[in-house]
Protein backbone atom coordinates (compact mmCIF):
# COMPACT_ATOMS: atom_id res chain seq x y z
CA UNK A 1 0.00 0.00 0.00
CA UNK A 2 1.30 3.49 -0.98
CA UNK A 3 1.82 6.01 1.93
CA UNK A 4 0.01 9.13 0.38
CA UNK A 5 0.32 13.03 2.14
CA UNK A 6 -1.78 15.86 1.23
CA UNK A 7 0.66 16.94 -1.44
CA UNK A 8 0.93 13.82 -3.18
CA UNK A 9 -2.36 13.88 -3.73
CA UNK A 10 -2.42 17.42 -4.54
CA UNK A 11 -0.20 16.29 -7.51
CA UNK A 12 -1.90 13.15 -8.84
CA UNK A 13 -4.70 15.96 -8.90
CA UNK A 14 -2.80 18.05 -10.51
CA UNK A 15 -2.81 15.47 -13.41
CA UNK A 16 -6.87 15.53 -13.85
CA UNK A 17 -7.62 18.32 -16.29
CA UNK A 18 -10.75 20.70 -16.69
CA UNK A 19 -12.78 19.04 -18.94
CA UNK A 20 -13.81 22.67 -20.86
CA UNK A 21 -10.04 23.77 -20.45
CA UNK A 22 -7.92 21.32 -21.05
CA UNK A 23 -5.00 23.16 -20.19
CA UNK A 24 -6.03 23.79 -16.97
CA UNK A 25 -5.82 21.23 -13.89
CA UNK A 26 -8.71 20.98 -11.24
CA UNK A 27 -5.76 22.21 -9.16
CA UNK A 28 -5.06 25.38 -10.85
CA UNK A 29 -8.74 26.16 -11.87
CA UNK A 30 -9.46 26.42 -7.86
CA UNK A 31 -11.96 23.99 -7.53
CA UNK A 32 -10.48 21.31 -4.79
CA UNK A 33 -11.23 22.97 -1.78
CA UNK A 34 -10.25 20.40 0.80
CA UNK A 35 -8.24 16.72 0.90
CA UNK A 36 -8.82 14.10 3.46
CA UNK A 37 -7.08 11.13 3.88
CA UNK A 38 -7.76 7.89 5.89
CA UNK A 39 -5.14 5.14 5.30
CA UNK A 40 -6.34 4.19 2.00
CA UNK A 41 -9.05 6.19 1.65
CA UNK A 42 -9.53 9.63 0.61
CA UNK A 43 -11.77 12.52 0.41
CA UNK A 44 -11.53 16.01 -1.36
CA UNK A 45 -13.80 18.69 -1.56
CA UNK A 46 -14.81 20.26 -4.83
CA UNK A 47 -16.42 23.52 -5.38
CA UNK A 48 -18.40 24.64 -8.27
CA UNK A 49 -17.51 26.93 -10.56
CA UNK A 50 -20.83 28.30 -11.86
CA UNK A 51 -23.83 26.75 -10.48
CA UNK A 52 -24.83 24.97 -13.50
CA UNK A 53 -21.48 23.63 -14.72
CA UNK A 54 -22.40 20.40 -16.34
CA UNK A 55 -19.01 19.49 -16.31
CA UNK A 56 -18.76 18.96 -12.82
CA UNK A 57 -19.93 15.35 -12.79
CA UNK A 58 -16.95 14.56 -15.22
CA UNK A 59 -14.73 16.34 -13.15
CA UNK A 60 -15.73 14.26 -10.03
CA UNK A 61 -15.33 10.94 -11.80
CA UNK A 62 -12.39 11.80 -13.39
CA UNK A 63 -11.08 12.91 -10.11
CA UNK A 64 -12.35 9.35 -8.69
CA UNK A 65 -10.56 7.45 -11.30
CA UNK A 66 -7.80 8.84 -11.27
CA UNK A 67 -7.05 8.77 -7.47
CA UNK A 68 -8.06 4.73 -7.50
CA UNK A 69 -5.59 4.25 -10.21
CA UNK A 70 -2.80 5.47 -7.70
CA UNK A 71 -3.10 3.56 -5.24
CA UNK A 72 -5.87 4.51 -3.06
CA UNK A 73 -9.19 1.57 -2.53
CA UNK A 74 -11.41 4.38 -1.93
CA UNK A 75 -12.12 7.48 -3.73
CA UNK A 76 -14.70 9.86 -2.54
CA UNK A 77 -15.64 13.41 -3.89
CA UNK A 78 -18.08 15.72 -1.80
CA UNK A 79 -19.42 19.16 -3.17
CA UNK A 80 -19.42 22.17 -1.15
CA UNK A 81 -20.42 25.65 -2.07
CA UNK A 82 -18.83 27.56 0.43
CA UNK A 83 -16.73 29.77 0.12
CA UNK A 84 -18.50 30.22 -3.49
CA UNK A 85 -15.88 29.93 -6.28
CA UNK A 86 -14.94 33.19 -8.07
CA UNK A 87 -12.72 34.08 -11.19
CA UNK B 1 -37.07 24.09 13.42
CA UNK B 2 -39.78 22.55 10.88
CA UNK B 3 -37.66 20.69 8.62
CA UNK B 4 -40.98 20.31 6.38
CA UNK B 5 -41.58 24.13 6.07
CA UNK B 6 -37.93 24.47 5.35
CA UNK B 7 -38.07 21.58 2.22
CA UNK B 8 -41.43 23.57 0.95
CA UNK B 9 -39.59 27.04 1.39
CA UNK B 10 -36.35 25.47 -0.45
CA UNK B 11 -38.63 23.98 -3.12
CA UNK B 12 -40.20 27.55 -3.79
CA UNK B 13 -37.08 28.73 -4.34
CA UNK B 14 -35.56 25.71 -6.84
CA UNK B 15 -39.32 25.39 -8.49
CA UNK B 16 -38.90 29.64 -8.96
CA UNK B 17 -35.70 29.39 -10.87
CA UNK B 18 -36.41 25.70 -12.70
CA UNK B 19 -39.32 27.43 -14.44
CA UNK B 20 -37.99 30.44 -15.23
CA UNK B 21 -35.06 28.18 -16.62
CA UNK B 22 -36.71 26.28 -18.71
CA UNK B 23 -38.29 29.24 -20.21
CA UNK B 24 -35.20 30.55 -21.26
CA UNK B 25 -34.64 26.67 -22.76
CA UNK B 26 -37.31 27.11 -24.74
CA UNK B 27 -35.13 30.05 -26.71
CA UNK B 28 -32.63 27.52 -28.05
CA UNK B 29 -31.96 28.03 -31.54
CA UNK B 30 -34.47 30.68 -32.09
CA UNK B 31 -33.30 33.80 -30.32
CA UNK B 32 -33.20 36.50 -32.50
CA UNK B 33 -29.81 36.86 -32.95
CA UNK B 34 -27.02 34.21 -32.29
CA UNK B 35 -25.09 36.07 -28.98
CA UNK B 36 -28.34 35.94 -27.57
CA UNK B 37 -29.10 32.09 -28.27
CA UNK B 38 -26.03 31.70 -26.11
CA UNK B 39 -26.66 34.42 -23.72
CA UNK B 40 -30.34 33.06 -22.67
CA UNK B 41 -29.10 29.50 -22.66
CA UNK B 42 -26.19 30.35 -20.22
CA UNK B 43 -28.83 32.42 -18.14
CA UNK B 44 -31.58 29.58 -18.31
CA UNK B 45 -28.40 27.14 -17.22
CA UNK B 46 -27.69 29.15 -14.25
CA UNK B 47 -31.28 29.19 -13.15
CA UNK B 48 -31.55 24.92 -13.93
CA UNK B 49 -27.93 24.83 -12.05
CA UNK B 50 -29.49 27.28 -9.07
CA UNK B 51 -32.59 24.83 -9.10
CA UNK B 52 -30.97 21.62 -8.77
CA UNK B 53 -28.60 22.57 -6.10
CA UNK B 54 -31.59 23.66 -4.11
CA UNK B 55 -33.61 20.57 -5.02
CA UNK B 56 -30.91 18.68 -3.81
CA UNK B 57 -30.60 20.11 -0.31
CA UNK B 58 -34.51 19.65 -0.07
CA UNK B 59 -34.12 16.31 -1.02
CA UNK B 60 -31.97 15.38 1.46
CA UNK B 61 -33.55 17.06 4.34
CA UNK B 62 -36.79 15.44 3.34
CA UNK B 63 -35.43 12.23 3.64
CA UNK B 64 -37.59 10.04 1.95
CA UNK B 65 -35.39 8.57 -0.98
CA UNK B 66 -36.39 11.36 -3.68
CA UNK B 67 -33.89 12.79 -6.25
CA UNK B 68 -34.24 16.54 -7.38
CA UNK B 69 -34.75 14.43 -10.85
CA UNK B 70 -37.81 12.68 -9.13
CA UNK B 71 -39.14 16.22 -7.57
CA UNK B 72 -38.67 17.78 -10.77
CA UNK B 73 -40.15 15.17 -13.19
CA UNK B 74 -43.24 13.37 -10.84
CA UNK B 75 -44.87 16.07 -9.58
CA UNK B 76 -48.36 17.86 -10.96
CA UNK B 77 -48.57 21.46 -11.73
CA UNK B 78 -50.72 21.26 -8.10
CA UNK B 79 -47.32 20.32 -6.53
CA UNK B 80 -45.23 23.15 -8.01
CA UNK B 81 -45.23 26.22 -5.66
CA UNK B 82 -43.37 28.62 -8.43
CA UNK B 83 -44.38 32.40 -8.45
CA UNK B 84 -47.20 32.83 -11.10
CA UNK B 85 -44.43 35.54 -12.82
CA UNK B 86 -41.89 32.97 -14.35
CA UNK B 87 -44.72 30.35 -15.79
CA UNK B 88 -45.80 33.28 -18.32
CA UNK B 89 -44.75 32.41 -21.45
CA UNK B 90 -42.17 33.35 -23.56
CA UNK B 91 -44.37 35.54 -26.21
CA UNK B 92 -41.52 37.60 -27.69
CA UNK B 93 -38.04 38.81 -27.27
CA UNK B 94 -39.50 41.68 -25.28
CA UNK B 95 -41.84 39.77 -23.19
CA UNK B 96 -39.17 37.39 -21.87
CA UNK B 97 -36.87 40.29 -21.04
CA UNK B 98 -38.94 42.32 -19.00
CA UNK B 99 -40.28 39.13 -17.19
CA UNK B 100 -36.68 38.69 -17.05
CA UNK B 101 -35.43 41.86 -15.53
CA UNK B 102 -38.66 42.01 -13.39
CA UNK B 103 -37.52 38.52 -11.61
CA UNK B 104 -34.23 39.40 -11.47
CA UNK B 105 -34.31 43.04 -9.54
CA UNK B 106 -36.21 40.51 -7.33
CA UNK B 107 -33.91 37.74 -7.39
CA UNK B 108 -30.69 40.07 -6.65
CA UNK B 109 -32.39 41.18 -3.19
CA UNK B 110 -33.72 37.66 -2.18
CA UNK B 111 -30.58 35.99 -2.68
CA UNK B 112 -28.28 38.87 -1.29
CA UNK B 113 -30.02 38.22 1.94
CA UNK B 114 -30.00 34.49 1.85
CA UNK B 115 -26.13 34.42 1.63
CA UNK B 116 -27.58 35.52 5.62
CA UNK B 117 -29.51 32.33 6.25
CA UNK B 118 -28.82 30.21 9.03
CA UNK B 119 -29.08 27.13 6.63
CA UNK B 120 -25.49 26.93 5.81
CA UNK B 121 -26.02 24.98 2.33
CA UNK B 122 -28.66 27.51 1.50
CA UNK B 123 -26.40 30.12 2.31
CA UNK B 124 -23.52 28.80 -0.05
CA UNK B 125 -26.33 28.23 -2.75
CA UNK B 126 -26.69 31.65 -2.69
CA UNK B 127 -23.66 32.73 -2.03
CA UNK B 128 -23.30 31.83 -5.45
CA UNK B 129 -26.68 32.75 -6.99
CA UNK B 130 -26.31 35.97 -6.17
CA UNK B 131 -23.38 36.76 -8.31
CA UNK B 132 -25.00 34.60 -11.42
CA UNK B 133 -28.27 36.81 -10.63
CA UNK B 134 -26.38 40.14 -10.48
CA UNK B 135 -25.38 39.90 -14.41
CA UNK B 136 -28.85 38.39 -15.40
CA UNK B 137 -29.74 41.90 -14.26
CA UNK B 138 -27.29 43.45 -16.06
CA UNK B 139 -27.91 41.83 -19.40
CA UNK B 140 -31.82 42.07 -18.74
CA UNK B 141 -32.16 45.89 -17.73
CA UNK B 142 -29.63 46.83 -20.27
CA UNK B 143 -32.22 44.91 -22.74
CA UNK B 144 -35.38 46.87 -21.18
CA UNK B 145 -32.66 50.63 -22.45
CA UNK B 146 -32.78 49.65 -26.42
CA UNK B 147 -35.78 47.63 -26.75
CA UNK B 148 -37.93 50.92 -24.74
CA UNK B 149 -35.48 53.55 -26.39
CA UNK B 150 -35.65 51.62 -29.44
CA UNK B 151 -37.76 51.41 -32.25
CA UNK B 152 -41.36 52.26 -32.17
CA UNK B 153 -41.95 48.61 -32.78
CA UNK B 154 -39.80 47.34 -29.82
CA UNK B 155 -41.49 50.09 -27.62
CA UNK B 156 -44.46 49.34 -28.21
CA UNK B 157 -43.70 45.53 -27.35
CA UNK B 158 -41.96 46.43 -24.32
CA UNK B 159 -44.80 48.47 -23.19
CA UNK B 160 -47.52 45.51 -24.39
CA UNK B 161 -45.34 43.36 -22.35
CA UNK B 162 -44.98 45.76 -18.68
CA UNK B 163 -48.47 45.85 -18.51
CA UNK B 164 -49.24 41.92 -19.49
CA UNK B 165 -46.69 40.74 -16.55
CA UNK B 166 -47.13 43.42 -14.03
CA UNK B 167 -50.27 41.59 -12.44
CA UNK B 168 -47.28 39.17 -11.44
CA UNK B 169 -45.33 41.30 -9.34
CA UNK B 170 -47.64 41.79 -6.52
CA UNK B 171 -47.04 37.99 -5.54
CA UNK B 172 -42.92 39.00 -5.31
CA UNK B 173 -43.91 40.62 -2.24
CA UNK B 174 -46.49 38.78 -0.69
CA UNK B 175 -44.87 37.07 2.97
CA UNK B 176 -47.22 33.82 3.74
CA UNK B 177 -46.77 32.50 7.34
CA UNK B 178 -44.81 29.84 6.16
CA UNK B 179 -42.34 32.31 5.23
CA UNK B 180 -42.59 34.47 8.16
CA UNK B 181 -41.58 31.58 10.53
CA UNK B 182 -38.47 30.32 8.78
CA UNK B 183 -37.78 34.19 8.59
CA UNK B 184 -37.88 34.62 12.56
CA UNK B 185 -35.85 31.96 12.47
CA UNK B 186 -33.34 33.12 10.21
CA UNK B 187 -32.95 31.05 7.81
CA UNK B 188 -35.87 32.36 5.37
CA UNK B 189 -35.89 35.92 4.19
CA UNK B 190 -39.32 38.02 3.87
CA UNK B 191 -39.98 38.86 0.72
CA UNK B 192 -42.34 42.25 1.89
CA UNK B 193 -39.05 43.64 2.78
CA UNK B 194 -37.51 44.01 -0.64
CA UNK B 195 -40.66 45.67 -2.32
CA UNK B 196 -39.27 49.18 -1.94
CA UNK B 197 -36.14 48.50 -3.42
CA UNK B 198 -37.31 46.76 -6.02
CA UNK B 199 -40.09 49.38 -7.51
CA UNK B 200 -36.84 51.98 -7.17
CA UNK B 201 -35.08 49.67 -9.35
CA UNK B 202 -37.92 48.77 -11.73
CA UNK B 203 -39.25 52.25 -12.08
CA UNK B 204 -35.64 53.51 -12.69
CA UNK B 205 -34.85 50.73 -15.34
CA UNK B 206 -38.48 51.34 -17.15
CA UNK B 207 -38.26 55.25 -16.91
CA UNK B 208 -34.27 55.62 -18.61
CA UNK B 209 -36.14 53.23 -21.15
CA UNK B 210 -38.58 55.76 -21.90
CA UNK B 211 -41.36 53.31 -20.73
CA UNK B 212 -44.69 53.72 -18.40
CA UNK B 213 -45.33 51.71 -15.17
CA UNK B 214 -48.56 50.38 -14.88
CA UNK B 215 -50.51 51.88 -12.14
CA UNK B 216 -50.60 50.26 -8.65
CA UNK B 217 -54.03 50.21 -8.77
CA UNK B 218 -53.86 46.95 -10.97
CA UNK B 219 -55.34 43.90 -9.10
CA UNK B 220 -52.81 41.39 -8.59
CA UNK B 221 -52.74 37.42 -8.87
CA UNK B 222 -51.49 34.95 -6.23
CA UNK B 223 -51.53 31.25 -5.85
CA UNK B 224 -48.19 30.50 -7.17
CA UNK B 225 -47.29 29.42 -4.13
CA UNK B 226 -50.35 27.38 -3.05
CA UNK B 227 -49.87 25.53 -6.19
CA UNK B 228 -52.93 27.64 -7.97
CA UNK B 229 -51.28 28.37 -11.49
CA UNK B 230 -51.84 29.97 -14.78
CA UNK B 231 -52.88 27.71 -17.49
CA UNK B 232 -49.16 27.86 -18.70
CA UNK B 233 -47.47 25.63 -16.50
CA UNK B 234 -49.61 22.56 -17.30
CA UNK B 235 -48.55 22.86 -20.61
CA UNK B 236 -45.12 23.83 -20.00
CA UNK B 237 -44.43 20.40 -17.30
CA UNK B 238 -46.05 18.40 -20.05
CA UNK B 239 -43.35 19.42 -22.40
CA UNK B 240 -40.14 19.35 -19.75
CA UNK B 241 -41.38 15.72 -18.07
CA UNK B 242 -42.55 13.76 -21.20
CA UNK B 243 -39.20 11.88 -21.63
CA UNK B 244 -38.92 11.15 -17.79
CA UNK B 245 -42.07 10.02 -17.48
CA UNK B 246 -42.41 7.98 -20.82
CA UNK B 247 -39.12 6.11 -19.55
CA UNK B 248 -39.36 6.68 -15.58
CA UNK B 249 -36.72 3.73 -14.80
CA UNK B 250 -34.42 4.88 -17.69
CA UNK B 251 -30.74 5.75 -16.58
CA UNK B 252 -28.79 8.63 -18.15
Redesign the interface.
Known amino acids: MKNHTIESVKEILSTVMDPEIPVLSVMEMGIVRKIEIDGDAVTVTIT ?1 T ?5 AMHMIEENIRTTLERNGFSVAQVKT ?7 T | MNTAALVEYLIRLADDRLILGHRLSEWCGHAPLLEEDIALANIG ?6 A ?2 LYTVAAELENKGRTADDIVYFREAIDYKNLLLVEQPNRDFAHTMVRQVLYDAYGVLLFDALQRSTV ?2 L ?3 A ?3 V ?2 IRYHFRHSSHWIYRLGDGTEESHHRTQTALNTLWRFTGELFTSDDLEQELAREGVAAVSSSFKDQWTQTITDVFTRATLVLPSTEIYQHHGGRQGKHTEHLGHLLAEMQIVARSFPTMQW
Open positions: PYSGCPTFLPAWT | LDCIGQFNEPAGIQKAKE
